[in-house]
């Protein structure tokens, strides 16, 4: 299984991106979804999640209410629409994939990653 991250850039505080995360090699879309950041200095962080139908998600505190995570089974991908971004929200984001229906917010739980996509917020 591999994951391809995409949509990461430089935007000012209170702009938008929407990641995107492209999972291929597997078949079956009954996996369940996430999406880590790790900020330099730092270690990598759970921000959201969702389940293999799309219909049950979660976030982190910090983005409730400005970041949603969705997929799309038919094109078997996974989005982050990231929305009044902050300049706290710079890091690089990860896709990760489990092969659990639902997994939780600990990277242990998700075997598969993909290489990460840069996003970069100023002030």
């Known amino acids: 299984v591999q994951l391809q991250a995409s949509g990461g850039g430089l935007v000012q505080a209170g702009g938008s991106l929407r990641l995107s995360c492209a999972v291929s090699?597997?078949?079956?879309?009954?996996?369940?979804a996430a999406w880590f950041r790790q900020a330099p200095g730092k270690e990598r962080e759970f921000v959201a999640r969702?389940?293999?139908?799309?219909?049950?998600?979660s976030y982190t505190v910090s983005v409730k209410g400005r970041f949603t995570i969705s997929r799309d089974n038919a094109e078997n991908t996974v989005s982050l629409q990231m929305n009044s971004l902050k300049p706290e929200d710079t890091a690089l984001y990860y896709c990760?994939?489990?092969?659990?229906?639902?997994?939780?917010?600990?990277?242990?739980?998700?075997?598969?990653w993909g290489q990460g996509t840069q996003v970069t917020v100023s002030s």
């Open positions: 990760a994939a489990s092969s659990k229906w639902y997994s939780g917010s600990s990277r242990d739980e998700y075997e598969y």
């Open positions: 090699g597997r078949t079956s879309t009954n996996y369940a």
């Open positions: 969702i389940d293999w139908t799309g219909g049950r998600t």
